[in-house]
């Protein structure tokens, strides 16, 4: 068996970040998690940060370091969706309050100094929440930009529009000036948009699977979900809520499950109407550089058979 892949998961729990967290941590053999670096997004950065800790609790990971980052957009003020993913950002279970530490250090130096530090190309960056900490750093040190292995982002919506407005897409929505560093900066990424997470419902026949693993980590996701797709139920009207942020791990693990093109993408940051909005090349009718490769197809079944298979091993 290969080493594992090393990632750094950015994210803002939430959740479906939850969901995402304890995929990776259900798959050692391929993914090392080499640090948990949160944002503002979802809720704000202190709950973010709680929240991050209290999963890797619940799984036994609490060796994993756990890094805070930025309590605000790069040049906005926080927009947060607790109407969606409650007070806390994890509301659903009742769950402990967290006892490890985080870690000492702002989360952009973390991943800057890891970037430096491990061999080129070997760290993917897994981005659940707003791209804020990344954008920074960035900014902050351009030298690492061309270290990243692949970034893998949960983001944006094509031909879905947007779930925040009705342009954009949460997580692009909430910080687009970050967004547009990085797709500008020509690291190597992969867009999971609204497009793929919205066939990925978390149906009855799905969840109660998840709930006969029965393990305490299983018992609370199964908790979290019931919270988290009550909004979109009412919304959409279908039979269970969408999954976003697995899919940038699941990924990961087996990319055949996803099928995309590698195109443009351009944020838009300027107009009031559509800020946020990911403005997708599919058909290539511009020459603009291509810039990321946009999933837009997905196996739900092979993804909900290897999210219940690695639930079970944790
Ligand atoms: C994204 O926004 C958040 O609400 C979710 O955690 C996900 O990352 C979906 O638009
Ligand atoms: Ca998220």
New binding site residues.
Partial sequence: MANPRKIIIDT?P?Q??AAAIMLAFGSPEELEVLGITTVA??VPLSYTSRNARIICELCGKTDTKVFAGADKPIARPLVT?EH??GKTGLDGPELDEPTMPLQAGHAVDFIIETLRNEPEGTVTLCT??PLTNIGLAFQKAPDIIGRVRELVM?GGGFSEGG?ITPAA???IYVDPEAADIVLRSGVPVVMMP?DVTHKLLTLKSRVKRMAEIGTRPAIAMVEMLEFFERFDIEKYGSDGGPL??PTVVAYLLKPELFKGRVCNVEIEVKSELTVGMTVVDWWHVTDRKRNATVMRDVDADGFFDLLIDRFARI
């Fill in positions: 803002d939430g479906d970040d997004g979802n969706a969606v993913h659940l929440g949960m779930n897409e949460f997580n609204l976003h942020d």
